[in-house]
Antibody, heavy 117, light 105 residues
Framework: QVQLKESGPGLVKPSLTLSLTCTVS????????VIWVRQPPGKGLEWMGV???????NYNSALKSRLSISRDTSKSQVFLKMNNLQTEDTAMYFC???????????WGQGVMVTVSS | IQMTQSPSLLSASVGDRVTLSCKAG??????LAWYQQKLGEAPKLLIY???SLQTGIPSRFSGSGSGTDYTLTISSLQPEDVATYFC????????FGGGTKLELK
């Protein structure tokens, strides 16, 4: 079955770089897009960026200057790197599959990232 | 594209028919999805293309609307439906509404 799982550090110091990994199973990264979405505590959802099945990427314009998404198809992993973290980047970070339509039909459980010194 | 959901909090009783609203800042051509997020969990896709039920979702959930105005209806509220519901447009990239928190009265 389709599964996604995020992993990464729970705590990052301000101004440093966040690195997260999304490990997928049950589908091919060459056939589906994977999107990163974040949710600050008690707030709504914000899409961050997507890597499509063909390897192309698109980023939310609000984050584009700080964000990079890549993948290793052989390991079924998608990577997020975001630099110059600030306290307002404290959030739950989810990866999700972009299925048909394109909507997010499967989600990982999320990883909580706190930005604090 | 801004998405506005109302109400932000809704209290209803088991068995009630519940209606949640979502308004887009411009015509989104039915490119509208609804997600359910229970406390501490990831969102779950309920509806896409405004009115198509995702596989495995109970038929008490339905979506309707067009243009800028969309609705999620739960025909008979169940205790397990307590959650926050988000709408999402995908006519131009993706934008989520602020959510409607549904609780039991």
């Amino acid at each position: 079955q389709v599964q996604l799982k995020e992993s990464g550090p729970g705590l990052v110091k301000p101004s440093l770089t966040l690195s997260l990994t999304c490990t997928v199973s049950g589908f091919s990264l060459s056939s589906y897009g994977v999107i990163w979405v974040r949710q600050p505590p008690g707030k709504g959802l914000e899409w961050m960026g997507v890597i499509w099945g063909n390897g192309n990427t698109n980023y939310n314009s609000a984050l584009k200057s700080r964000l990079s998404i890549s993948r290793d198809t052989s390991k079924s992993q998608v990577f997020l790197k975001m630099n110059n973290l600030q306290t307002e980047d404290t959030a739950m970070y989810f990866c999700a599959r972009s299925g048909e339509s394109p909507v997010f039909d499967y989600w990982g459980q999320g990883v909580m990232v706190t930005v604090s010194s | 594209i801004q998405m506005t959901q109302s109400p932000s909090l809704l209290s209803a009783s088991v068995g009630d028919r519940v209606t949640l609203s979502c308004k887009a800042g411009q015509n989104i051509n039915n490119y509208l999805a609804w997600y359910q997020q229970k406390l501490g969990e990831a969102p779950k896709l309920l509806i896409y293309n405004a009115n198509s039920l995702q596989t495995g979702i109970p038929s008490r959930f339905s979506g309707s609307g067009s243009g800028t105005d969309y609705t999620l209806t739960i025909s008979s509220l169940q205790p397990e439906d307590v959650a926050t519901y988000f709408c999402q447009q995908y006519n131009s990239w993706w934008t989520f509404g602020g959510g409607t928190k549904l609780e039991l009265k």
